[in-house]
């Protein structure tokens, strides 16, 4: 069975950093692409972000350059480090492998 769970959302002033994490089972994260999104109230789930099984990285311009996926081989887990967070980072954000879906955890930014 396999399960995806994410966890470390939070309420963060604008300019904090938060680090959320994507434990697997029942797949292999590093054999797989894991990819990040994110869904903001009214509005379509966008993709934040991609780990390839080879390790590349890739981002959409909107978080270039602040998010960061990294991933733990040995814990089965990947990372989405975020930092400079503005308001419009606030959305629930979900982890992705083979069509697998996490339950998601929200972020907020906010003063």
């Known amino acids: 069975q396999v399960q995806l769970v994410e966890s470390g959302g939070g309420l963060v002033q604008p300019g904090g950093s938060l680090r959320l994490s994507c434990a697997a089972s029942?797949?292999?994260?590093?054999?797989?692409?894991m990819t990040w999104y994110r869904q903001a109230p009214g509005k379509q789930r966008e993709w934040v972000g991609v780990i390839n099984s080879g390790g590349i990285t890739n981002y959409p311009a909107s978080v270039k350059g602040r998010f960061t996926i990294s991933r733990d081989n040995a814990k089965n887990t990947v990372y989405l480090q975020m930092n400079s967070l503005k308001p419009e980072d606030t959305a629930v954000y979900y982890c992705?492998?083979?069509?697998?879906w996490g339950q998601g955890t929200q972020v907020t930014v906010s003063s």
């Open positions: 992705n492998c083979a069509n697998y």
């Open positions: 029942g797949i292999n994260s590093r054999t797989n692409a």
